[in-house]
């Protein structure tokens, strides 16, 4: 078993870091605070050619699989965790549907221009009364005069300010309860749509994270995804692979608190020693390096399952929650060991400490995913009722 990166990997890591260093980590702080969204750092990593690492070469992309994908993400939110899932989004969950499902010219259309930076995509899906129950989404799409006419609101949705297609799940047959949801292609400019107020969060601030509104949105016939009904399956496939991102995510936020807590304690001293050579401070620091390296190998066998196009729900699932549990954990003792300072908003381990919560909580919450692990390792008997 041989756990070294390529030659193609290391450079795309290296390159990903570069970038996060020189791009990201002059801002990051001031556009948490400001809640900016950093439009021009985009851009730039579009001149890299990373946003066509998911897109295979015929549309314009530049494939690099899913363990590269994930060594991105994890380099990006090391500096900044709201340029890193805006990144995973846009390149994952916004764009593979499209090239999974999608007809030749709707990835014609689309693809190109994701893999080349000029537009940027959102994911739909969760709803005011339907987050982990995604078969409770009461969008309604119903299809008039050639068209399907989209009303409904969606909540939580990552890129939404700044996106211009949206892969949207609706009920196309309300009554077939999570068989009646269809996946849609919808774009900016439909009439009918409505990007509502930006949401204050806790952390992630210059990730913008609105609300949708559908208003007799019009969407054309040909901008449906798949077939109807199929939008459960594309959600959950969807989420399968997004969930890798977030296990990344998760570990570039852990390591990026790693790193900092020990320059810290390397340098601070109390008592006339460096306090990292207090015994439970490097306990924890012995720690904290543990998860993080735990987390890595967790997500890159998650990826690398993904690249063989091997089934990866349960390792994914494994993945996120292992992460990002390790990730408040980790982030928590970053805090504690700088002390007051970790309380200051002036260095990095207090902006850490609250970019951790939410890699618990979307791309399904650990406890569901924790459901998912159980029955994916379970016999399928253990589930059954008796009658």
């Known amino acids: 078993m041989d756990f070294t990166l ?32 950093p439009m021009e750092q985009m851009k730039a990593l579009g001149e890299l050619g990373f946003y066509g690492c998911t897109i295979p070469e015929e549309y314009g992309g530049n494939p690099l699989g899913a363990v590269a994908e994930a060594l991105i993400v994890e380099e990006l939110s090391r500096v900044d965790a709201a340029f890193g899932v805006f990144f995973s989004v846009n390149v994952n969950v916004g764009c593979l549907p499209i090239l999974k499902y999608g007809t ?16 940027y995509t959102a994911y739909a899906l969760s709803e005011p009364n339907a987050g ?7 969008s309604k799409a119903a299809k008039k005069d050639g068209k ?14 700044i ?19 269809s996946a849609f292609l919808v774009e900016r400019d439909f009439p009918g749509l409505k990007i509502g107020r930006r949401e204050h969060k806790m952390g992630i601030n210059s990730s913008d994270t609105c609300e949708m509104i559908f208003e007799n949105c019009e969407v054309p016939a040909e901008n449906l995804l798949g077939e109807e009904g199929q939008g459960m399956h594309i959600a959950l496939d969807a989420l399968d692979d997004s969930r890798i991102g977030i296990a990344a995510q998760a570990t570039g ?9 020990v320059q810290y304690a390397a340098e601070r001293e109390q008592f006339g020693r ?90 399904g919450t650990n406890e569901i995913l924790r459901m998912v692990i159980a029955r994916k390792t ?10």
Not at 110 to 115: D, E, H, Q
Not at 148 to 161: D, H, M, P, R, S
Not at 378 to 387: D, I
Request: aromatic share 10%; net charge negative; hydrophobic share 40%.
């Open 253 to 261: 936020i852990s390591q990026g608190a790693l790193e900092a807590t």
């Open 6 to 37: 390529t030659e193609e990997q290391q450079m795309v890591r290296e390159t990903a870091r570069d970038f996060a260093e020189e791009q990201l980590r002059p801002t990051a702080g001031e556009r948490d605070r400001t809640r900016t969204s």
């Open 104 to 119: 030749d010219a709707q990835k014609s259309k689309y693809l190109p221009r994701i893999a080349d930076g000029s537009i």
């Open 274 to 363: 460096k306090i990292g050579s207090f015994g439970l401070v490097y306990d924890w620091i012995a720690e904290m390096r543990t998860r993080v390296e735990a987390s890595r190998l967790l997500t890159w066998h998650a990826a690398w399952m993904r690249e063989q196009g091997r089934e990866h729900t349960a390792e994914a699932a494994m993945a996120k929650t292992f992460a990002s549990d390790s990730c408040r954990w980790v982030t928590d003792k970053a805090v504690q060991i700088h002390g007051g300072y970790g309380y200051i908003v002036d260095f990095d381990a207090e902006r850490f400490f609250r970019e951790a919560k939410v890699t618990q909580i979307y791309e």
């Open 132 to 138: 982990s129950d995604v078969a409770a989404i009461q």
């Open 163 to 181: 996106a211009s297609v949206y892969v949207v799940m609706a009920k196309t047959d309300p009554e077939a309860g999570a068989r009646g949801i």
């Open 378 to 387: 379970l016999p399928p008997e253990t589930f059954a009722r008796k009658k």
């Open 148 to 161: 399907y006419l989209l009303n409904g609101q969606k909540v939580f949705i990552t890129n939404a300010e």
